[in-house]
């Protein structure tokens, strides 16, 4: 994880573009480079790293002797690039991984070099000897780029969209900043005056497409029948694999969980590998929560069955409602069940830091929206359209999960690996027959836990446990952290605001008074960008009005909550919670 920043076609003065890129510098606190690009004076490149691989020989832009017209500025991991380094005989100068990147784009060009990467990234390659700009980012955007084109041929890029609010331009309106949509790539032209020209922007690979690399990543050839031996058994190798390819890393490994069925798979699968591969430390697992919370209860087993060195981060309600703004500063968003959900993730982030030495964090985000975790899935009119929603969710995760679980860790300069988004593993299980997918037995995700059944990674409590709602789950049953935050907005958004509130946010408006009084936060950092948020998260076939798990009525029936006044609708959970 590290922040990367380019500039092209702009001649502002040193000063003012240092002060821009040194806004992300959180995401790498252990070096940083500025800098123009030799005989190109408006092109400039900004770096801050955080050293995972390759300590020594790591900092960016990166640059070999073989190909000096080559300037590469990446964030990410590429996990299968020792073996395509060893199929094509590259020569590596460095133990860069994002080395691969170089050797690729120089043999076979921008398009068949994206689609045998495996890994998460997001991109800037240079190549003053074509005058071509070329942007990249992985299938799912784990990894964040945000972009800024101008009228004017001016192109900015950087790690997160406040490092580009400050841009100079001469546009007499405002340029738009915008995410750079994954699994794409763009080209564009740099003109003799060094300006910027856009010339296309092409797909390189959706959820459903096994990916080209798949012949890189070691694993022999699996089953393709449907019998559902055969799906559970490639499924536990499809998701032990994309576990053991994200241990790549000279820094120490650690694990959020929260005794949910996704944290727990993941973690107990790291705690099998890292034993398998003589790890010389114990991996540490991190769980957050009131005291009695449900997840800390949980996570406590669940560390106890796997063998983990286990830290409990207790926080209080004035802790998360201390957080909120900072959180919104950091996350650039104003969606409800984001800025809810990232409380207790950036929380636990902080203590990582201040606290421990593990800098690479495993997680379970991607499950929910993979293997239909969510509990609206149980209202899905058919197995199709649950098909469907699925897929919708994933191609969004970038606006919503994937951006909170990113924010919220690279606020304290720590690398998120997200298993559950690996390409091959999510293309086999969005290959399945719809049917089996579903939930099943009034149970979500029936199909994941039961691949695990005879595995003996987890107590059976806990594979089988019902997805805890992240307001109850990390807080105590007699209070729940949904509680707390409407009792503390209560007391900061009138009725009279809220009735207002199509007047003062025309764009996006807010229908509740915590809608509101997120959006408020936000106009404060970035006033104007509401545009950021194309739309909120909230679930389909249900008659929602704010995406809390407990605001829905088979919840509620499932888990005994009470209704706290809030009218019936959907679900959306914290995956680091479940």
């Known amino acids: 994880m590290c922040g990367i920043w380019a500039l092209f076609g702009c001649d502002k003065s040193f000063d003012v573009q240092c002060s821009n890129i040194m806004k992300v510098a959180h995401r790498g606190p252990d070096a ?14 900004g770096f801050h790293r955080l050293a995972i691989v390759d300590q020594l020989y790591g900092m960016q832009p990166l640059r070999l002797q073989k190909f000096p017209h080559l300037w590469l500025c990446y964030n990410g991991e590429i996990y299968n690039h020792k ?10 100068q460095t133990e860069v991984d994002g080395e691969i990147i170089i050797h690729l784009y120089q043999m076979c060009g921008i398009e068949q070099m994206t689609r045998m990467l495996d890994g998460v990234f997001a991109f800037i390659l240079l190549d003053t000897a074509n005058r071509k700009v070329f942007l990249g980012r992985d299938t799912y955007g784990v990894r964040p780029m945000f972009k800024l084109h101008t009228d004017d041929g001016v192109l900015a890029v950087c790690s997160e969209a406040k490092g580009l609010i400050n841009i100079g331009h001469s546009m007499s309106t405002t340029p738009r900043i915008t995410p750079f949509p994954p699994g794409h790539y763009e080209v564009f032209d740099i003109k003799e005056d060094q300006k910027v020209k856009f010339v296309e922007r092409s797909r390189f690979h959706s959820c459903k497409d096994e990916p080209l690399h798949t012949i ?6 699996l089953p393709t029948d449907f019998e559902l031996e055969t799906v559970k058994s490639n499924i536990r190798i499809l998701l032990e694999n994309a576990v053991r390819k994200r241990l790549m890393a000279h820094r120490r490994i650690g694990c959020l969980l929260s005794g949910g069925l996704d944290s727990s798979l993941v973690a107990a699968l790291l705690l099998k590998l890292s034993r398998e591969d003589n790890l010389k430390y114990p991996v540490q697992t991190f769980a957050i929560g009131t005291e009695d919370s449900p997840d800390a209860c949980a996570a406590r087993k669940v560390a106890a069955h796997i063998g983990s060195e ?33 409380i207790a993730m950036y929380l636990v982030s902080k203590y990582i830091k201040e606290k421990t030495d593990s800098v690479v964090i495993f997680s379970g985000e991607g499950s929910d929206e993979l293997t239909q975790g969510y509990i609206y899935f ?12 699925s897929e919708r969710l994933l191609n969004e995760l970038y606006m919503f999960d994937v951006l909170r679980a990113d924010r919220t860790t690279a606020a304290h300069g720590l690398e998120l690996r997200v298993p ?22 009034g149970i979500e995700k029936h199909l994941l836990r039961e691949a695990f059944n005879d595995a003996a990674l987890l107590p059976q409590e806990i594979l089988w446990r019902r997805k805890e709602a992240f307001s109850d789950g990390v807080c105590s049953d007699k209070r729940s952290w949904y509680s707390v935050l409407q009792e503390h907005i209560e007391s900061q958004v009138t009725d009279d605001q809220l009735e207002k509130a199509a007047e003062r946010f025309p764009f996006n408006e807010p229908k509740t008074k915590e809608g509101y009084f997120y959006r408020q936060v936000f106009e404060k950092f970035y006033p104007g960008r ?34 706290d006044g809030v009218e019936a609708g959907g679900i959306h959970l914290n995956h680091f919670t479940t």
């Open 420 to 441: 559950f988004l690996d390409h091959r593993f999510t293309a086999y299980y969005l290959s399945l027959p719809e049917e089996l997918r579903v939930p099943k037995n």
């Open 83 to 92: 073996r395509v380094k060893k199929d094509f005989k590259f020569d590596f």
């Open 216 to 221: 890189y990543d070691g694993l022999t050839k």
């Open 378 to 389: 149980h209202k899905a009119p058919s197995p199709k359209e649950a098909a469907e929603d």
């Open 32 to 45: 940083f480079r500025f800098g123009n690009v030799d005989g190109f004076t408006k092109c400039w490149f």
């Open 530 to 563: 509401a545009e950021w948020l194309t739309h909120y998260w909230m679930p389909k076939w249900v008659n929602a009005t704010d995406p809390s798990a407990r605001t829905l009525p088979i919840y509620k029936q499932e888990n005994g909550t009470p209704n």
């Open 310 to 342: 286990h830290h409990e981060v207790l926080f209080t309600p004035e802790d998360g409602i201390k957080a909120i703004e900072e959180v919104i500063f950091s996350l650039e968003t104003y969606d409800i069940t984001t800025v809810r959900a990232s």
